[in-house]
């Protein structure tokens, strides 16, 4: 039986190149200040990038999850956790590291307003 930080280590071994991309710019708290951790059980799910503190998980996934029942109600069970979730494609990441930068910082700026009724 795997334990979950067997699995977490594993993941890091097999990540993608898009992973490896934006893990380089979110590690050592690089994304506007925030704490990001790496293939992070959260349930019975892994987050690819994970945010306790911006209440984010962010997901970077390739062709093969497109119209994803999985990742779908894996989006719901992080929603019902009280988390956010961004998902790039693998070719986002690795072309227009900036745009998905943006849009990152832009979700963290985000949750920090106070909510108006």
Request: glycine share 6%; hydrophobic share 35%.
């Amino acid at each position: 039986m795997d334990l979950p930080r067997d699995r977490a280590r594993q993941l890091r071994r097999d990540s993608t190149d898009a992973e490896g991309k934006l893990w380089s710019r979110l590690r050592d708290r690089r994304m506007v200040g925030k704490k990001f951790y790496r293939n992070y059980p959260i349930g019975p799910f892994f987050a690819y990038f994970f945010s306790l503190e911006a209440r984010l998980v962010i997901e970077v996934d390739g062709s093969q999850h497109a119209g994803s029942m999985t990742d779908q109600k894996r989006t719901e069970f992080l929603n019902e956790c009280g988390y956010r979730v961004l998902r790039f494609w693998n070719n986002e990441v690795l072309g227009d590291i900036e745009t998905v930068e943006q849009a990152i910082a832009d979700a963290i700026e985000e949750f920090g307003k106070p909510r108006t009724s």
